[in-house]
Nanobody, 126 residues
């Protein structure tokens, strides 16, 4: 069992930056692939970024490539999402998720993930 807790959300103007953090507790963190998803009002939850635990391979949604960076610190059991050049369309609740097992490519589908955090709100104003 893994417990996940996101932090770092808030309100920012377009063009600004935020850094989301996800703290994991419970079983061995190193063996989990990690991902960030987001859900805007009226929309389905969508993948944003993901990272494998073994080699740190990353995945980014096209909408955030070049602006967002996912990283992890296995020793601290932390995952981060650095978000730069934020746009109003980035406004959503952001969720951290953990996927059990080892994959060659990062898990980018919601059904691949076993554990979820409660989410943190990110609001970008124009």
């Amino acid at each position: 069992q893994v417990q996940l807790a996101e932090s770092g959300g808030g309100s920012v103007q377009a063009g600004g930056s935020l850094r989301l953090s996800c703290a994991a507790s419970g079983r061995t963190f190193r063996s989990y692939d990690m991902g960030w998803f987001r859900q805007a009002p009226g929309n389905e939850r969508e993948p944003v970024a993901a990272i494998t635990w073994r080699r740190g391979r990353t995945y980014y949604a096209d909408s955030v490539k070049g602006r967002f960076t996912i990283s992890r610190d296995n020793a601290k059991k932390m995952v981060y999402l650095q978000m730069n050049s934020l746009k109003p369309e980035d406004t959503a609740v952001y969720y951290c998720a953990a996927a059990d097992g080892s994959r060659y490519a990062p898990a980018s589908r919601e059904y691949e993930y076993d554990y979820w955090g409660q989410g943190t709100q990110v609001t970008v104003s124009s």
